[in-house]
């Protein structure tokens, strides 16, 4: 048995770690692009996005002004069992939330849409955003906190309807057009991660973008030969537009490209894609029911062997 003060302490210290320490792929990634880039003023936008990353781990201290909205991914087997059940388990994240939130590890940005009215402690109509997965052969709970920018989070998306005719040469054009248009006008912070869904329903399109932007790590590839070379195929194509770190020019626009996709309709598909911060804030951890807390290097949503770099 879980108990919910455990989950909210752990969540509690989960949201803090993914608000100032930038996971191990991410930084190297930054790293990486900052060590191959050629472009002066690029160069420059990377070096002190690097220093700043790392000042924040080392002072614990916000990695951006914008905390971002409260999301939270969770992942459980059948055999894990909660004191008082999923509604627990969402009032102590809520719980989390807001103490956080009063502590200052997090930013009040949280609004009603219409009226503007702020709650000043991230929590309202359908916040915390949750998701849930289960599957039957796991013996823990993994939570994972990633607070999403609104930045990349409202300008970033995009969504388009194909038909079949369109084809993977329609996939390719809409993703290069949609991360065209937001990165050079400055609605995100390239370089970014760029997640794309193809497939289902529209809702469950936009998920699978999502999940592809914040929960797959940079340098992983979909384990699908055809889906993995277009992937590689679109972050060629991204980075060779030449927009760069803050659309300032240079060779890196995108850290990488991530899909998934699901069935669709035989009268059309949708497509979608969803855009991470360079600071791609994720933190994870696994409660095990003798108590016991390990923390992740990074979330395992699509299985272990989708994680391997």
């Known amino acids: 048995m879980i108990h919910s003060e455990d989950i909210e302490k752990t969540v509690y210290d989960l949201i803090v770690q993914s608000a100032c320490i930038l996971p191990d792929n991410i930084r190297k990634a930054l790293e990486k692009a900052y060590q191959e880039e050629t472009a002066p003023l690029a160069k420059l936008h990377l070096e002190t996005t690097v220093k700043h990353m790392n000042l924040s781990r080392d002072h614990m201290i916000q990695l951006c002004g914008d905390t971002g909205y409260p999301v939270f991914y969770v992942r459980a087997g059948e055999r894990i069992f909660i004191e008082g059940g999923i509604p627990a388990l969402e009032r102590a994240i809520s719980a989390a939330v807001k103490q956080a939130t009063e ?21 309202g109509h359908h916040m915390p955003y949750i998701e849930y997965k289960f599957s039957e052969d ?8 990633a607070p999403k920018g609104g930045g990349t989070e409202i300008f970033g998306p995009s969504f388009r309807v194909l038909l079949h005719a369109d084809g993977l040469l329609g996939v390719k054009r809409f993703v290069i ?15 970014n991660i760029v997640g ?47 927009i760069g770190p803050l659309a300032a020019g240079g060779k890196t626009t995108a850290l990488d490209v991530h899909i998934e996709y699901a069935l669709g309709h035989l009268a ?19 409660l ?7 923390k992740m290097a990074w979330p395992q949503w699509f299985g272990q062997e989708r994680e391997t770099i």
Request: proline share 8%.
């Open 138 to 145: 796991l013996d823990f709970m993994e939570i994972t906190a």
């Open 288 to 294: 095990h029911e003798d108590g016991t807390v390990h």
């Open 103 to 123: 502590d200052a590890w997090l930013r009040p940005t949280v609004v009603d849409p219409l009226t503007r009215d702020n709650p000043g402690t991230n929590l």
């Open 177 to 191: 057009d949609s991360m065209v248009q937001v990165s050079r006008t400055g609605s995100v912070c390239p370089p």
């Open 196 to 242: 794309v869904g193809i497939g289902g329903t529209a809702d469950l399109c936009m998920k699978l973008a999502k999940q592809a932007a914040v929960l797959r790590p940079v340098g992983s590839r979909h384990p699908e030969d055809r889906i993995a070379r277009l992937e590689e195929e679109l972050l060629e194509a991204l980075n060779a537009t030449g």
């Open 268 to 286: 059309g598909f949708p497509a979608a894609i969803c855009v991470q911060c360079p600071a791609a804030r994720v933190a994870t951890v696994r």
